[in-house]
């Protein structure tokens, strides 16, 4: 998509991407070094400004320059919308998703680990159990040394969602349900693991876990609803 074209509207990422169809650019055209680089220093930045105690005066300096990069950056603007491109293995990836878009600074880096291509389109969905790891930071805390309860959700929810659309059975976050079994630190790995337990129709289910040290952290059930085709 270019900076003066207007996305087509759907009410999902899945949809959007079949409605772009071959417009769909490849994953190597957009995640380049160069874009990797600039939000791994911001995510750096967002970490140094949570746990600074510069004087204040630094601070009224620094927050210039940052407001000075900051009208660089919006010198060129693409269209508001999810940046969607498509792996080589034909998985689709949504760069700029909260949940664990490469290229959003505000999201946690969480990486899939041999993850296993999504089956054909109008498949049967099958199980599959989706691993992935992520290391949470100081920018993430709620209480003291943990990580806050809504940044942990956000990341069950994207990592079973991923169960989900590996399946076959890619939809919605109609609901999802997070127990909470211990504190998640921040600046260590943490292991996640999801997988598809069953499927009615539009309805998909899945439940997942974080881990550290082995010790289950958070763990999360949750219902996915398909769009309707169209």
């Known amino acids: 998509m270019t900076a003066d074209a207007d996305p087509p509207r759907a009410a999902s990422s899945w949809r959007l991407a ?9 994953t190597a055209d957009i ?3 160069q874009s ?6 911001v995510r750096e930045l967002s970490d140094a400004v949570v746990l600074t105690d510069i004087d204040p005066s630094d601070r009224a300096l620094i927050a210039s320059e940052l407001a000075g990069i900051t009208a660089r950056l919006r010198a060129r603007q693409r269209v508001d919308g ?13 760069l700029t998703n909260a949940g664990s878009g490469r290229l959003n600074p505000h999201a ?3 990486e899939f680990v041999d993850l296993p291509a999504a089956p ?14 992520c290391m949470f930071s100081a920018a993430h805390a709620g209480s003291p040394s943990r990580v806050h309860g809504g940044v942990v959700t956000i990341v069950l929810d994207e990592v079973l969602g991923m169960a989900a659309t590996v399946s076959g059975a890619s939809g919605m976050t109609a ?19 999801a997988r598809l337990t069953h499927h009615d ?8 876990e974080l881990r550290v040290d082995g010790l289950v952290t958070a763990e999360a059930t949750a219902l996915f609803i398909a769009e309707r085709s169209t």
């Open 18 to 26: 079949q409605q772009l169809g071959d417009a769909l650019p490849s």
């Open 31 to 33: 995640a380049d070094t």
């Open 36 to 41: 990797l680089e600039l939000v791994a220093q």
């Open 82 to 94: 999810p940046l969607l491109a498509r792996r080589a293995d034909g998985m689709l990836e949504h």
């Open 108 to 110: 946690v880096q969480v």
């Open 120 to 133: 054909s389109p109008g498949s049967e969905p099958r199980s599959v159990e989706v691993y992935a790891r």
């Open 175 to 193: 609901e999802l349900t997070v127990r909470f079994r211990a504190g998640t630190p921040y600046g260590v790995p943490v292991d996640a693991t």
């Open 201 to 208: 129709g539009r309805k998909s289910y899945a439940t997942g």
